[in-house]
């Protein structure tokens, strides 16, 4: 009777270990493409909160455009506190309350340009683990840092 609850318990061990293994052999095989559509989705998200910044920092120059012209180069830089702008290389400051509410989250660090001809400089916008640069219409990327 005892030969047999040992034989039992080793065929449950071997059953167990068995289990076991197949679950680290699936764990072994799903970790990395989970943590591929992880960073994928970051990136994405860090390029959808890029273009909306530049789209913010656009209604920024129209909106200051209103009231006064607004010289080119105009330069937005974003901190942890919030942003700075600059016209021409100068900061400036602006008296009246912007009408312009940003939708996404804002970038903890870098800046994005207008420049003389239109086109959008970005660089070192940070968000979250991504840096994101563009200096033509079409060229955005967004690298780990």
Do not use: W
Not at 78 to 96: L, P, T
Request: a neutral charge.
């Amino acid at each position: 009777m005892k030969e047999e609850n040992v034989h039992n318990s080793t065929i449950k061990v071997i059953e167990y270990s068995a289990i076991l293994i197949f679950f680290m052999i699936i764990l072994i095989i799903l970790v990395p493409s989970i943590s591929k559509i992880v960073y994928q989705m970051s990136k994405d998200s860090a390029i959808t909160s890029t273009k909306g910044t530049i789209d913010t920092v656009k209604s920024f120059y129209i909106d200051m455009n209103l009231l006064n012209e607004v010289a080119l180069p105009f330069k937005v830089e974003f901190n942890k506190d919030g942003y700075i702008f600059y016209e021409m290389g100068r900061q400036v400051n602006y008296e009246r309350h912007l009408n312009i509410q940003n939708t996404g989250k804002l970038p903890k660090g870098g800046s994005v340009q207008i420049n003389e001809d239109g086109s959008v400089t970005v660089k070192n916008l940070t968000f979250g683990n991504f840096k994101c640069n563009q200096t033509n219409e079409k060229n955005l990327v967004c690298d780990n840092k």
